[in-house]
């Protein structure tokens, strides 16, 4: 299917439900669990503190849908995104430089491989962050690297992201989760 017809099927839908259309495909999202949901809250307090630092017009978003200009089959609603900003009352974005994934047991790591083929066909895209809410993992796929990825997989790793300012560790990305209590 086409957005157009996924945005009529979900229109329907309890809005607590998250759908994805993922190569013509309506792929429904599962419920987050309380580490990837701290997980997330995490990198976008993380994002947003470094954006305010820097006039860029951009602020990160949790879980708004993206598109990408003439790609018709896909609308996947990321866990976080860096959009420009302000916000508008549009349902996506299609101006967007960071995409952060948390990945949760339902992915596949083809559904994973075809979405970040996707979101590296975003001309203004910098970034995706594959993040592992049940082990110290985060992956960084970066343009400025040929989008060759980095696994950062210790608590005291940094990630560095200097187009947006951000200078964290992972730990800071797990800060009050299981994974975290068990490090301190």
Known sequence: MEIDEFMAFIAPRPKEERWHLINGVAVRGARPTLAHQRVEMNLCDELNRALAARPRGVSAYPRIAVRVPG????????????????????????????????????????????????????????????????????EIHARSREWRTAVLTRSDDRIELPELGLNCTVGDLYRGTSLAQQQG
């Open 71 to 138: 790609v018709m089959d896909f609308q996947p609603q990321p866990d976080v995104v860096v959009a420009r900003a302000p916000a508008t009352n549009d349902l996506f974005a299609e101006d967007f430089c960071l995409i952060g994934e948390i990945v949760s047991s339902s992915n596949t790591r083809y559904e994973i491989e075809l979405k970040l083929r996707r979101y590296r066909e975003a001309t203004g895209n910098l970034y995706v962050l594959l993040i592992e809410p049940r082990e110290f993992r985060v």
